[in-house]
Structure formats: structure tokens, C-alpha cells
DNA sequence: GCGATCAGCT
DNA sequence: CACAGCTGATCGC
């Protein structure tokens, strides 16, 4: 091993010969470390097609116990820093601190920048080093010594599996999912009040499917050509299912047209499938959105109710809102009488057993080019209901991203007072709209579900808990943030709650949920919760965080990524080679080519160049920022290669103790800050000069300086300088944010569809802009 | 007093 | 803008 200051060492030697010599990886899984060329670097680190090294090898490595192979350069000599996708080192400053760059935009062609480091004039060395009260700097972080003011003891974990300890790729390697494809109907595709609507959005969505459909599809399973999706010929409108001509008709006429097709394929398939009949199962089709409330009328008719036929037309309530409603609701709507109440209610309940053991088609296909769209409320229209023989159908971005233009109803709202909410409105009305949104969503038990959160086809609810409701039992929290479980308290009564060992372990301590309702979830294995075939594996978000396939009895399976990261190691799991994904609920947090970061890799060998460059000043003080959990392992990774262990608070250590890290990695974290000067602070201490400004007073007789690192994919984001370490300076305070993210950059955005290939896409994150003007048009038109 | 929720803020 | 929070005010019990 290296000593602790050999990096030290090395920088004031210059020597081209004595640069340290890696060894050649041997395999594709084991160069994941290799600082990665300009034109691997967006694609995997575990490239075969990796560059060798050449001019820039870097004397540091990163996961040092997983590559014993790799000689740690103890040598002296010139150090280059290769900083792949633009970053730029610039240590030709003065005042101390390692310097970078803003200049380089990263994704040029010149990535080997091989910036010498003998450039440092060490002004600070010399400068006494003096302690100081080892409790100030837990005391400015929060006050108590709780880095977030939790309380509660970590009871301790054996928990493995997950973020970090066991590497998501030897895990994904070892999956051993077997996935049936199953063959069925499924009512998929509900509209969310979190429309994905805006026009670069829609852009983006093109021009992945563009690409997507200039990649070699794999067995043509989920998706068609180019054309069948965009059509070459936008005047000519053909039915999707029969071929027919259809140009000429009306919307309306269309839709019943191509939902009459659906009733005939569906008749047919029938005879064969062990499936009921759909149309019975989950209730009558719906041919317009002019006609929708028809079929509940009828419905009510034949309770005997029609006298309440006003309210369910006044309250908009269709059919498939209608699947949601609660005693409580309609009590809301103004049906206060007990006995009819009883009576709906019974009705429903009946209607969702049939509905849960089949979902329809209820799906038609509007034209593209007409900026029109009929109600795209499922999924199945692509072809036969088997399935596995799609009829190549002028698919529209909005089938891919059900979502996205439509004015159906959510499928999951419900019409109460506030049914209203997450309606579209246009842009002028909609300039407050994120706020509308995050109001609506914290007024969960009355707002929308969003569409996001349900699983089609199995009576599941995802990161819902901010809209609890009584007709739901199965709870999944995908990971430990609070937007997540934002909703969950100890009073939780709705049933069970599904997720991760570390994300149980939290939630239990956290929350304070007791055991009882926690089911623990393994990674990588198939697990049958209320019929529905259910297998989690790691999202490479932050610890605990899974992704989750749903394999219900209708056979359309259901993938939802939470948040996640994609890494190309998801690509050997076995189960996206077996089985078809019908509907992928896609955390599209960065959906936004702007949004390119650079691998995780990469940043942090940015953090650990900028540390050690400036470690020739014991006066500087580092801090990292990270989230209650997040960013573990820019951090561990800093440690582990510098060979520093890094203070984290109290509280802070017992949220690491229960993260499943090995007692290997746990060895690098001290609560002592005088054992450090790298901290680790959460990433709010860092938002503002102010804050940081209050620390270095703090630290005033023990470090002159301050270099902040905030890890962040918003770091490249709109307005900003698309440079990656984004530097801003105070005094001698310091402050990079660098583009670390735990979600997927765009590209890898791309890279995972096109792997998993699905049939419909449902974004769960929208956060672009205002509302387009195309979409306007698709949502007012109908 | 406490938990839950919400507005405002970064 | 907003990843994922924090802080303080308010309300009901």
C-alpha cells in the first residue's frame, strides 16, 4: 500500500519515465477504474473497448480492494491528471487552492490534459496547524451533534446486499431471475396529473426513438420500425390493427373504429387465451371521451341509482375513476344517503376483484400529425393480445409515454372536491405549475394519484405513501428519500410496506415503523406478493435503493426503476434477455440531453485530484456534501484512496452503520473531527457562502482555507456553464459543484431503454418546462 | 407537549 | 430549476 502522503511525494518529482505502470485489465469486468477515453466515457466502465492507458496515467486508483491487481504507484514523478469528459485541472493559482478550470466543455475530443502539478506553489505550507474545539464543527452542522437530528440508536445491521457492500455488478451478474412472459391484457396506461408534455421533452422522446430504432432492435420483441411509430406519410392515418385507411375520419370516428378492431381481436383471442372475457372483467370499453360517463350511467342504471346520474357526470367520474372510489368519496361527492353508499361501494368492490384478475384493452391510437390525440388509455393496441406479435401501428410518442398529451383522466384520480387538480391548463394558466404540483402532492389524500406510483395490474402502489388510500394494502418504498416515503409516519394503518433490508432498516428506525409492517424484500430473487410475481435489484441510487419488476397474472410486466442510475451491469441481468417489459415506470429526474454527466468514476478521481492537490496545505479544511443517505460513495472512495479517513457526524455514523458497508469501509469514517479534515456535511451546509462562511469563522485558528466539494447532476444544468466542477469562490472559501449524480444522465437514460425495450414508458419525474404548446394543442383538442 | 402537516427556502 | 432535504409555523389531539 501506498504511504499516506505518497501522492504528496510524487508531485514535486517530474519525470516522464517514472510514470507508474498499470497493468492491462485482463477482462471486460475489471477496468472499471481505468480512466475511461472520451469515447467510452458516456458508455460503460466496464467497456471492453476501453483505450489502453497512454499518456495519462493517473497514480491513484479507484476501489483499490476490488483490484488488487493494479500496482498502487508509490513511485515519484511527474503526475498528469487525465481528467476525462473536459474536467480541466488548473493549479496555476496561488492562494492555495487547487484551481480547476470552468474553460472545458466537456465531451470534447481533448480529454489528456496531463496538467503537470508542479505548476503548485505551495504558498500555504508551513502554516501552523492548530487544533480546535472538537465539538464546534457538530454543533454548527446541526446543532445537537445529529446530522439530522435523528435520535434514534442504529440497532446495528447485518444486512448485506445493496449500494456498495455487495457491488451491483457482481450482483447483477449473479441474478438468477427466471422471468415468465405471460400473455394477457392490462389496463396500463392511466394519465397522470404530472403530464410530460413539454416540446423538448418531446424532442428528447423523438430522438430516442429515433435512436432506439436505428440500433438493432433485439427480435423485434416491443417495438416496430421507425416508421410504425412516425410515419412517413402523416396525411395517410391507418388503423392500427386492421390497416385500413382512416384518414378521412373523424377522431371519434377513428376511435371507434380502432376499439372495434380491439373488441374483435379481442373475441378472437379469447378462444385461446385462459383469460376471461376482458370487456367483462374490467368493464365496458370506452369509445370517447365525449361517451365516457355512458358506461358508468349504465352502470348506475342498473344499480337502481340513476338518480345520482348528475353527480358522476358533474364530478367527471368515468369509468375507470370510478374503480377508485371510496365510501369516503362519494360521501364528498354529495352521495350522503348510507344504503346507496353501501351499495356503490359493494358494486366496486366486486367490479375490482374481476378487474384485478383481468385488465382490458381499452387503448386506440389517434393520428399523429393531426395534434390530436384520443384517449390513450391502455396499452394493448399494439398488436394481439398474445402479446408477442405486435401489429406495426403508427405508434405515437404518446403511446410511448402514456402520459405525456392526453386529457383522459388519470385513471387513478378520483373526483372529490379537488378534481381539478393535475388538470391541464394552458400555459398562461400554468406558470405555477410545479408549485400547483408539489401542493397537490402533499395534499395526498385528497389529490391524484399519479399515475407513477400504480402498478398496472396488480394492486400495488409505488413511493405512494403521500396518497394513502383504503383500496390499497401492498406498499413499496423503492429507497430511503424523503420525496419517497414523504407521507409515511408511524401511524401508517394501509397495510404492508415493501422494500429493501437497508431501506427497513431505516424506515424502522427513521420513522419508527414498527417490524410488523415491513416486509423485507431480497435483491435478485423472485418473491409472489398477492399473486403477482415481484423481484427487486439495486438501483444504484443510494443504499437500499431497488428497482422493482412486477410480473402479475395478466403476464404485462411492469418495471419500475424508482430512482436509479443505469449502469451497463444492468444489462446482464437475465431477466431483461427473458423477459418482455410491458411497462417501464422511468425515473426521468435527468431526461434532458443537457443533462451528460460524466460516470461517478469520474468525478470522484476529480474530488480526489483536487484534494490531493492541495493536501500540501494542512490549513485546508474539505467538505463534502451528501444527503441523509446519497453520495456514500464519493466520499468512501476519497478516503479509501487518499488513505484518510473522513469525519462524519455521530448521527451520521449510525445512518452509515445500517447501509450494510463492511467493517473494511466502516474503518475510513471517524466522529472525531480532529482525526480529519475532510468532512462530510450534508449537502445543504454547502448551498450557501453564508453557512460556509459561519464554519470557516468556526475553524479560523485551524484551517485558512475552505474547498467544498456539492455533488450534484444539477450541476450542468440549464443556465449554467456546462462545465463539470463548476468552481465559485469566497474569500478562501472555495466551492465546487460537481456533477455526481445518482441518477441517470441522459444517454444512460437511453442506453436502459433501449435495453429494456418496453412497450409504454411512464415518467415518473416531471421537471422541465412549461407546458408546450404542441401538447396544448393534444390536450385541448379532444 | 407532541405528532403531523404545510409553507418557504436552499 | 431543484436532486433532497431543513426550519419554523400551525393545527388537532
Known amino acids: ?40 466515457v458516456l458508455s460503460s466502465r466496464f467497456s471492453t473497448s476501453q483505450k489502453p492507458l497512454t499518456t495519462s496515467d493517473l497514480s491513484l486508483h479507484i476501489r483499490a480492494s476490488k483490484r488488487p491487481k493494479r500496482s498502487t504507484p508509490t513511485t515519484t514523478g511527474q503526475v498528469n491528471i487525465h481528467c476525462d469528459v473536459g474536467f480541466k485541472p488548473n493549479f496555476d493559482r496561488h492562494d492555495g487552492a487547487a484551481a480547476l ?41 446541526d446543532g445537537d451533534g445529529d446530522f439530522y437530528g435523528g435520535t434514534d440508536e442504529c440497532k446495528g445491521s447485518k444486512v448485506k446486499g445493496g449500494y456498495l457492500l455487495n457491488s451491483i455488478e457482481s450482483r447483477l451478474m449473479n441474478s438468477r431471475v427466471d422471468c415468465d412472459v405471460g400473455v394477457g391484457g392490462s389496463g396500463v396506461d392511466k394519465e397522470s396529473s404530472d403530464d410530460f408534455e413539454s416540446d423538448k421533452e418531446l424532442d428528447l422522446l423523438l430522438n430516442l426513438h429515433s435512436q432506439l430504432d436505428e440500433e438493432d432492435r433485439i427480435s423485434g420483441v416491443g417495438f416496430g420500425t421507425e416508421e410504425s411509430y412516425f410515419p ?30 380491439i373488441d374483435k381481436e379481442d373475441a378472437q383471442a379469447q378462444t385461446t387465451a385462459h383469460t376471461p372475457d376482458k370487456k367483462q372483467a374490467s368493464g365496458p370499453q370506452q369509445y370517447a371521451d365525449n361517451s365516457r360517463f355512458s358506461t358508468v350511467l349504465k352502470w348506475l342504471h342498473d344499480l337502481g341509482l340513476s338518480k345520482y346520474e348528475d353527480i358522476f357526470v358533474r364530478e367527471e367520474i368515468d369509468w375507470e375513476t370510478l374503480q377508485w372510489l371510496t365510501d369516503e368519496d362519494l360521501n364528498n361527492v354529495g352521495i350522503t344517503a348510507l344504503g346507496p353508499r353501501r351499495k356503490i361501494t359493494r358494486a ?14 381499452t387503448n386506440t391510437h389517434a393520428p399523429s400529425g393531426t395534434g390530436k390525440h384520443s384517449n390513450n388509455g391502455s396499452d394493448g393496441c399494439e398488436g394481439s393480445t398474445n402479446g408477442t406479435n405486435r401489429t406495426p401501428t403508427n405508434k405515437l410518442i404518446t403511446d410511448y409515454f402514456p402520459g405525456f398529451a392526453t386529457n383522459k383522466k388519470n385513471a387513478c384520480s378520483i373526483s372529490t372536491g379537488q378534481r381539478d387538480v393535475g388538470k391541464k391548463l394552458p400555459d398562461s394558466l400554468n406558470k405555477d405549475k410545479s408549485k400547483t404540483a408539489k401542493r397537490n402532492v402533499r395534499n395526498g389524500k385528497l389529490g391524484t394519484v399519479p399515475v407513477w406510483s400504480c402498478i398496472p395490474g396488480t394492486p400495488f402502489r409505488v413511493d405512494a405513501f403521500q396518497h394513502l388510500r383504503g383500496d390499497c394494502s401492498h406498499w413499496f418504498l423503492t429507497h430511503f428519500h424523503m420525496d419517497h416515503y414523504q407521507g409515511l409516519t408511524k401511524s401508517f394503518r394501509h397495510g404492508m410496506i415493501y422494500c429493501s433490508p437497508i431501506t427497513a432498516k431505516l424506515v424502522n428506525m427513521k420513522l419508527g415503523i414498527p417490524w410488523e409492517r415491513l416486509q423485507v424484500l431480497p435483491l435478485n430473487q423472485k418473491v ?23 410480473e402479475p397474472p395478466s403476464g404485462k410486466a411492469v418495471l419500475h426503476t424508482g430512482d436509479f442510475r443505469y449502469c451497463e451491469q444492468m444489462g446482464s441481468l437475465s431477466v431483461f434477455q427473458t423477459c418482455r417489459i ?34 500540501f496545505n494542512p490549513k485546508t479544511l474539505f467538505l463534502i456534501g451528501c444527503y441523509t443517505i446519497g453520495k456514500e460513495r464519493l ?42 479534515h475532510i468532512h462530510v456535511v450534508p449537502l445543504w451546509t454547502l448551498a450557501s457562502f453564508k453557512r460556509l462562511k459561519h464554519l470557516s469563522n468556526q475553524y479560523a485558528s485551524r484551517f485558512s482555507l475552505i474547498v467544498a466539494f456539492s455533488p450534484t447532476g444539477w450541476a450542468l444544468s440549464k ?58 394543442i393534444s390536450l385541448l383538442s379532444s
Open 635 to 676: 466520499f468512501l472512495e476519497v478516503a479509501r484512496v487518499l488513505r484518510k479517513k473522513v469525519y462524519v457526524s455521530s448521527a451520521k455514523l449510525r445512518i452509515l452503520k445500517c447501509l450494510g458497508f463492511s467493517a473494511e469501509d466502516m474503518q475510513w469514517f471517524t466522529v472525531n473531527e480532529r482525526e480529519s
Open 1 to 40: 500500500m501506498p504511504p499516506v502522503n505518497a501522492a504528496v511525494h510524487r508531485r514535486h518529482q517530474s519525470s516522464a519515465s517514472q510514470l507508474p505502470q498499470f497493468h492491462t485489465p485482463t477482462n471486460a469486468g475489471d477496468d472499471d477504474d481505468l480512466l475511461p477515453s472520451t469515447q467510452t
Open 582 to 615: 410491458h411497462t417501464l415506470i422511468l425515473d426521468t429526474t435527468y431526461c434532458d440531453p443537457q443533462y451528460d454527466f460524466p460516470k461517478q468514476e469520474t468525478v470522484i478521481q476529480f474530488v480526489i485530484d483536487a484534494i490531493q492537490a492541495e493536501t
Open 348 to 361: 366496486l368492490s366486486e367490479l375490482r376483484k374481476e378487474s384485478s384478475a383481468v385488465e382490458t384493452c
Open 719 to 776: 443556465g449554467k456553464k456546462k462545465s463539470p466542477g463548476r468552481r465559485s469562490q469566497q474569500g478562501t472559501i472555495i466551492r465546487y459543484e460537481v456533477p455526481y449524480s445518482e441518477h441517470s444522465s441522459f444517454s444512460e437514460l437511453k442506453d436502459f431503454v433501449k435495453l429494456v425495450s418496453p412497450v409504454n414508458i411512464i415518467p415518473s419525474v416531471n421537471n422541465h418546462g412549461p407546458d408546450s404548446a404542441r401538447a396544448m
Open 101 to 141: 478550470d470552468d474553460g472545458e466543455v466537456f465531451g470534447s475530443s481533448e480529454m489528456d490534459l496531463g496538467c503537470s502539478l508542479d505548476l503548485i506553489q505551495p504558498s500555504m505550507v508551513g502554516c501552523s496547524y492548530e487544533t480546535h474545539d472538537a465539538n464546534s464543527v457538530e454543533e454548527i452542522f
Open 232 to 261: 412517413v406519410d402523416e396525411d395517410l392515418i391507418q388503423c392500427p390493427l386492421c390497416g385500413v385507411d382512416i384518414s378521412d375520419l373523424s377522431d371519434e370516428q377513428r376511435l371507434v373504429h380502432t376499439n372495434d378492431c
Open 528 to 550: 409472489n406478493i398477492a399473486g403477482t410475481d415481484v423481484t427487486c435489484f439495486d438501483a444504484n441510487h443510494c443504499p437500499g435503493s431497488i428497482i422493482i419488476l412486477f
